[in-house]
C-alpha cells in the first residue's frame, strides 16, 4: 500500500511540475484593442485558447470610446493605451494621412493566410512609401436588402425611388453612402462621387430628397431598427441587421443589383506604441492570423453578415452563402467602389446639401 501510495504522490507532484512550467513558460500579453463597436469580440474568447497553443497567454481589452470615425480614432490612439484598432479603408489617407504617423508597417511574411486573401484587397488604400499598414479581414457593401415575404429580389437600385415604395424602405441617414449611391445608380463615373466638384450637385441633390423624403425611416450606426424591419419592402444595410432579423425569424436576404455596390473594407493595424513591446508585435500577428483563418471569416459572416476575404472560407461556406456574400468573387471586389477617403471641400460639400435636405423634410 506505501508503495502505491508513493507512486500516486509521486506522480501528482510531476503532474503539478509539469503544469506549472507549462504556465510560467508562456508569456504574459494584454492586447488593449479599438474597434467598431462590438464586431470582434465574440471571437477573443476563442483566439486566447489559439495563443495559448502558440506560447502566449493573451488578456484583452476593448479600449473604450469604439471607433465611430477616423478622426475619434487618431485621437484615442494620440492618448496611448491602444494597440490594435480596424479602421476603414477611406481611414488611411483622411486629413492628409496622419493615421500613419500612428501605426506601424505590416510584414505580410508573418501571415500564413495573407496568401488567400482576395487580390483585389490587396490595394494601395493604407500604403504609404512602398510600406503597407493594414492588413484587410472584412468588407461587405452599403447594400440593398429585401424582404422575401413582401417583395422578389429587385435587380435595380431605383426602387428606393420608386413612387409605390413610399414609406417602404429604410437608408442610412449619412451623406456621402448616399451621394455614393446617386452616382452609381445614374450611370456616372465612379470616381467623380469622391470630388464634389465633379459631380452634378442639382441632379444629386434632387435625388438625394426623395430619397430622403419617400424613407421610412433614417437609421444610424451599424444597424436598422430591427423592430420596424418586418413592415419594410427594402432597407439599406451594411449586413449586420440581415443576419439579426433572420435569427427573429424575419426573411430578409441581400440582393445584388445591376448597378453595382460600393464596398467598405476594414482592417487590423498596430500603433506604434505597441511596435515597441516584441511580446504585443507577436500576439498582434498571431491575432491578425487567426482572424483570417477560413472558420473564423465564415463565424464573422454568420454573426455580422460581412463578406470574408479569405478565398478558402469557400470550402466551409454554403452554396447559398457562397451565392449571397460573393466569397472569392474577385469581379466583385472593384478597388474603385471600395470607399476611399475624401477631402474636406468634397466631405464638407455632401454634409451641407444633406442636411440642408433634412432641415426642409416636410
Same mark, same amino acid.
Given at each position: 500500500? *506505501?508503495?502505491?501510495?508513493?507512486?500516486?504522490?509521486?506522480?501528482?507532484? /510531476?503532474?503539478?511540475?509539469?503544469?506549472?512550467?507549462?504556465?510560467?513558460? +508562456?508569456?504574459?500579453?494584454?492586447?488593449? /484593442?479599438?474597434?467598431?463597436?462590438?464586431? +470582434?469580440?465574440?471571437?477573443?474568447?476563442?483566439?486566447?485558447?489559439?495563443?495559448? &497553443?502558440?506560447?502566449?497567454?493573451?488578456?484583452?481589452?476593448?479600449?473604450?470610446?469604439?471607433?465611430?470615425?477616423?478622426?475619434?480614432?487618431?485621437?484615442?490612439?494620440? !492618448?496611448?493605451?491602444?494597440?490594435?484598432?480596424?479602421?476603414?479603408?477611406?481611414?488611411?489617407?483622411?486629413?492628409?494621412?496622419?493615421?500613419?504617423?500612428?501605426? !506601424?508597417?505590416?510584414?505580410?511574411?508573418? %501571415? *500564413?493566410?495573407?496568401?488567400?486573401?482576395?487580390? #483585389?484587397?490587396?490595394?494601395?488604400?493604407?500604403?504609404?512609401?512602398?510600406?503597407?499598414?493594414?492588413?484587410?479581414?472584412?468588407?461587405?457593401?452599403?447594400?440593398?436588402?429585401?424582404?422575401?415575404?413582401?417583395?422578389? !429580389?429587385?435587380?435595380?437600385?431605383?426602387?428606393?425611388?420608386?413612387? &409605390?415604395?413610399?414609406?417602404?424602405?429604410?437608408?442610412?441617414?449619412?451623406?456621402?453612402?448616399?451621394?455614393?449611391?446617386?452616382?452609381? @445608380?445614374?450611370?456616372?463615373?465612379?470616381?467623380?462621387?469622391?470630388?464634389?466638384? #465633379?459631380?452634378?450637385?442639382?441632379?444629386?441633390?434632387?435625388?438625394?430628397?426623395? %430619397? @430622403?423624403?419617400?424613407?421610412?425611416? %433614417?437609421?444610424?450606426?451599424?444597424?436598422?431598427? %430591427?423592430?420596424?424591419?418586418?413592415?419594410?419592402?427594402?432597407?439599406? =444595410?451594411?449586413?449586420?441587421?440581415?443576419?439579426?432579423?433572420?435569427?427573429?425569424?424575419?426573411?430578409?436576404?441581400?440582393?445584388?443589383? @445591376?448597378?453595382?455596390?460600393?464596398?467598405?473594407?476594414? &482592417?487590423?493595424?498596430?500603433?506604434? !506604441?505597441?511596435?515597441?513591446?516584441?511580446?504585443?508585435?507577436?500576439?498582434?500577428?498571431?491575432?491578425?492570423?487567426?482572424?483570417?483563418?477560413?472558420?473564423?471569416?465564415?463565424?464573422?459572416?454568420?454573426? /455580422?453578415?460581412? =463578406?470574408?476575404?479569405?478565398? #478558402?472560407?469557400?470550402? @466551409?461556406?454554403?452554396?447559398?452563402?457562397?451565392? &449571397?456574400?460573393?466569397?472569392?468573387?474577385?469581379?466583385?471586389?472593384?478597388?474603385?467602389?471600395?470607399?476611399?477617403? +475624401?477631402?474636406?471641400?468634397?466631405? #464638407?460639400?455632401?454634409?451641407?446639401?444633406?442636411?440642408?435636405? +433634412?432641415?426642409?423634410?416636410?
Amino acid at each position: 500500500m *506505501k508503495r502505491i501510495y508513493h507512486i500516486k504522490v509521486t506522480f501528482l507532484i /510531476i503532474t503539478i511540475f509539469f503544469i506549472q512550467k507549462n504556465t510560467f513558460a +508562456l508569456k504574459k500579453v494584454e492586447l488593449n /484593442i479599438m474597434q467598431w463597436e462590438g464586431y +470582434l469580440s465574440s471571437q477573443f474568447s476563442g483566439f486566447i485558447t489559439y495563443a495559448r &497553443s502558440k506560447g502566449y497567454d493573451v488578456s484583452i481589452k476593448v479600449v473604450k470610446p469604439s471607433i465611430v470615425g477616423h478622426e475619434n480614432t487618431v485621437q484615442r490612439i494620440s !492618448e496611448g493605451g491602444v494597440d490594435i484598432i480596424t479602421p476603414s479603408s477611406y481611414f488611411f489617407k483622411s486629413s492628409e494621412g496622419n493615421l500613419f504617423k500612428f501605426i !506601424e508597417p505590416i510584414d505580410e511574411k508573418r %501571415l *500564413k493566410n495573407y496568401a488567400n486573401i482576395l487580390k #483585389k484587397l490587396k490595394g494601395n488604400y493604407a500604403t504609404l512609401s512602398n510600406r503597407n499598414y493594414g492588413i484587410p479581414f472584412t468588407t461587405g457593401s452599403y447594400g440593398l436588402a429585401y424582404n422575401t415575404e413582401k417583395v422578389p !429580389e429587385p435587380t435595380s437600385w431605383k426602387v428606393l425611388w420608386d413612387p &409605390s415604395n413610399k414609406n417602404k424602405y429604410s437608408i442610412y441617414k449619412h451623406a456621402f453612402q448616399n451621394f455614393f449611391l446617386i452616382n452609381l @445608380i445614374y450611370g456616372k463615373k465612379i470616381s467623380d462621387a469622391f470630388i464634389f466638384d #465633379k459631380i452634378d450637385i442639382k441632379f444629386s441633390k434632387e435625388k438625394a430628397k426623395q %430619397l @430622403i423624403n419617400n424613407a421610412n425611416y %433614417l437609421w444610424s450606426g451599424y444597424s436598422n431598427d %430591427l423592430n420596424k424591419m418586418d413592415n419594410l419592402n427594402y432597407v439599406t =444595410t451594411w449586413g449586420y441587421d440581415v443576419i439579426q432579423a433572420n435569427k427573429k425569424k424575419m426573411k430578409w436576404k441581400i440582393a445584388h443589383p @445591376i448597378e453595382g455596390e460600393y464596398l467598405w473594407l476594414d &482592417s487590423l493595424s498596430i500603433t506604434k !506604441e505597441a511596435a515597441n513591446n516584441s511580446n504585443k508585435v507577436n500576439a498582434f500577428y498571431l491575432f491578425c492570423d487567426y482572424i483570417l483563418s477560413p472558420e473564423v471569416q465564415v463565424k464573422l459572416m454568420r454573426e /455580422i453578415g460581412s =463578406t470574408p476575404v479569405n478565398i #478558402k472560407a469557400k470550402q @466551409i461556406a454554403t452554396k447559398e452563402e457562397i451565392k &449571397s456574400f460573393r466569397i472569392g468573387d474577385e469581379s466583385y471586389f472593384k478597388t474603385e467602389k471600395i470607399f476611399d477617403s +475624401l477631402d474636406k471641400r468634397t466631405e #464638407k460639400g455632401y454634409n451641407y446639401v444633406w442636411d440642408q435636405i +433634412l432641415s426642409e423634410k416636410k
